[in-house]
């Protein structure tokens, strides 16, 4: 179903119908970009990028869809016939995922006949927006909380299913140790990290009933979750157990805070698991959780090991959305701009320039033409990745995208690491080149 | 793969581990409810439950998944030749879909072996959760702007690809004209609007060349974007083509404006049409809608025919959550009650009954164990869906649920029709029975 040609919107199709019978086939240069970050934001994290290409790679329509066409009677049967065999057939140059991007700057450039490049609109839009949104989200948790084990709790919050599933991804590339969502396990290779429910204390009459089955069931990696009824006692019930595990070769590996005041409640769990002899036992939180609530309770030494990230994290809640745009920026060689109000877009295929310091901190963006000469000391973010509708290279691993984001974290200036609104820092200096500039001015100068 | 066994959290799997080695196989009643209204939101409507029977009725693990599960080295292979024969095979209440909810309320009640009935908790909070956020939000539209003509255009905003098409859905349900989201056309039978995109106008070097091209092509319903480089002098531009199209035997329905002062823009542009003779041609307004804007754009006069709405609804931006819930009341004929802190919940299953006044609008909930009588002129809003794993009835037509949802907004009370905070309004009275109150009282008194 995701991957349906007809998971589009309807103007896509009639587009292509037009350019069909105008015969316009030359070819058209997207890019797509965040035209300004969210209040809230002050970077934003690049992901999608390989479920984009997939859907590139695999884009078709199928006998029953184009009948599905066929009997709504709104495209001629010369048009459907073609789109038998509409392949996407471009070349995409993109940002590797993982990469910190700000405002303007294309993170994907599409090169094919403009009813190819035309099409892919919508969904491109739908993946890169959203798993740039969770992986952002994701990046600002890990930068509070560096030391933490971190994970993906929001399968069931997050907006439906494939959500989910790229949620837990974008996380996992972010820096998270894993998620909860088992799909992300099998499809992903992601680390898949459970505890118990409430539920199944409650079906026990008795809560350390419940501690002791389930151990006996999972002794390998056990974490008993503790707030069902009342926290302390459910931790002193621990201790008393512990012994009895113990002996039974079950791995005590933390306890689980889920409700109340979480760090009143570490605390006080921690002296009781400290003086029952558990001092390696962890203390894992969740409830509502998100990087300033992180934030705050490391302030106060809360001493919590580990967080369960849930609905604020997968539906990036405080800003659930980003000013994501797929424009045309040239067709059949020349440069095109759009100069709707509030909306206006730079023009011409572009690249876009870092430069960095000594120690590979970025100073500087420089968004550029992409036939323009490299800037002193920078290096272009853009690298061609498909030619011909075709990969150039397998499918990179995430392993190594998630050490390319934590490398791009590590690297990231100050005034970014900090999780306040945009308008309360200096903001990362992106320009625009001369070039484009010029362009842009001749481009307005034009009769349309 | 939204339909996959493995989207759910890993703990629903070493739970269901856990009663297998414990022999638990009694019946669990588990309810699926929101604790509590987001301050943004005076009611909530109902969506997702057909999603939820689908995937009731269809879920098994594949080889391949039971494979996958063995190769982690988590689970016992006795449990996992057990998962073979898994279905659900439980009983269902829920709620129409389209019917309007409060806080606790139940919308779905499951009964089934604790296995069955836990192992399904992430998937239909998914579905549940995200479904109804959207028809809420779409409902609110509707009441801002109960005469116009509204269209979904959020799919690439949405949350991935699930999410685009099931806020389609969901949208129609609680009475928008429409969707530009192809799929759910084919899908759900939802009907499919579409306009054109700023980048058809640019990849022409001429705007009016761009509106008789398209226009030829699509003759029979054409709406022209207007707003690519100057709305007046478009509006202009279509007048003066409108003879030589009509004359063509095109259909120019409307213009769209899709930035800008809109009521501005759109006062112009009416006076523009209706000086060059076209009163008929209807404006259609797009960019950054949602209910608060729309009833703006209203107050103001625009004369705006129809809106499409895009970011806002389908991320349901300003509350993108619910704090939806999906608990075990009972367990092998007792009732449980989960006590943590701010997350007590109302034990066994229950009923909500819903009072009406002598114009079938509603006067108050009762929420109340589901063996206690029926309160005088309440109408129980559970009603049996599925026994024994299958359903007692085809899924019922989109065309039914969507006129059930309109009247439920038809008779919706009026503080709850205004689009502020649910702060600002007296509460709709939602009352938990005296049965209800007692049996808390007696768990609670239970030693755990």
């Known amino acids: 179903m995701n991957d349906s040609a007809l998971l589009t919107d309807l103007y896509e199709l009639t587009m292509l119908q037009a350019y069909f019978d105008e015969d316009m086939h030359d070819t058209a240069v997207f890019e797509l970009f965040v035209r300004v970050l969210p209040s809230r934001r002050r970077f934003l994290m690049l992901s999608g990028i390989e479920q984009v290409l997939d859907y590139l790679e695999n884009l078709h329509f199928t006998a029953g869809e184009l009948d599905w066409l066929h009997g709504t009677g709104r495209f001629r049967p010369a ?39 035309q099409f892919v609109e919508s969904r491109l839009i739908n993946l890169v927006n959203f798993c740039s949104l969770i992986a952002t989200k994701a990046a600002r948790c890990v930068l509070a909380a560096p030391d933490s084990l971190l994970v993906d709790f929001g399968l069931r919050r997050a907006h439906a299913g494939e959500a989910g599933l790229l949620a837990a991804r974008a996380c996992y590339l972010a820096g998270f140790a894993g998620s909860a969502t088992v799909l992300a396990g099998q499809r992903f290779g992601i680390p898949v990290f459970g505890t118990m429910a409430h539920s199944y204390i409650e079906a026990h009459d008795l809560e350390s009933e419940a501690f002791e089955r389930f151990s006996s069931s999972q002794p390998d990696n056990v974490t008993l979750l503790i707030d069902t009824y009342d926290t302390e006692a459910a931790a002193a019930k621990v201790v008393a157990l512990a012994p009895a595990l113990k002996a039974r070769g079950v791995n005590l590996a933390s306890v689980r805070l889920d409700s109340g005041d979480l760090a009143e409640h570490a605390r006080k769990v921690r002296a009781l698991l400290d003086a029952g002899g558990l001092p390696d036992v962890r203390i894992f939180a969740s409830g509502n959780l998100d990087e300033h609530r992180i934030a705050v309770l490391r302030a106060a030494g809360a001493p919590i090991d580990g967080f369960g990230i849930g609905t604020q994290l997968t539906t990036s809640a405080d800003a659930p959305a980003l000013d994501s745009a797929y424009k045309l920026q040239a067709y ?5 701009r759009k100069r709707s109000e509030g909306k206006e877009s730079w023009p011409g295929a572009k690249q876009v320039w870092r430069s960095v310091d000594a120690e590979g901190r970025p100073q500087r963006d420089l968004i550029a033409l992409a036939d323009e000469p490299a800037p002193p000391g920078g290096f272009p973010l853009l690298q061609p990745v498909m030619r011909g509708g075709r990969r150039l290279a397998p499918p990179e691993p995430l392993a190594g995208l998630r050490a390319h984001a934590a490398a791009e974290l590590a690297r990231l200036p100050a005034p970014l690491r900090e999780p306040g609104p945009a308008a309360e820092a200096p903001p990362y200096p992106v320009e625009v080149s001369d070039g484009l500039r010029t362009l842009a001015r001749e481009l307005d100068a034009r009769p349309y």
Chains 1, 2 share one sequence.
């Open 79 to 117: 048009f459907l016939d073609s789109l038998r065999a509409f392949r996407f057939r471009g070349d995409v140059h993109a940002m590797r995922e993982g990469t910190v991007f700000f405002g303007n700057e294309p993170v994907l450039r599409i090169e094919a006949p403009i009813g190819e490049a």
């Open 332 to 336: 059949a060689g020349r440069a095109r």
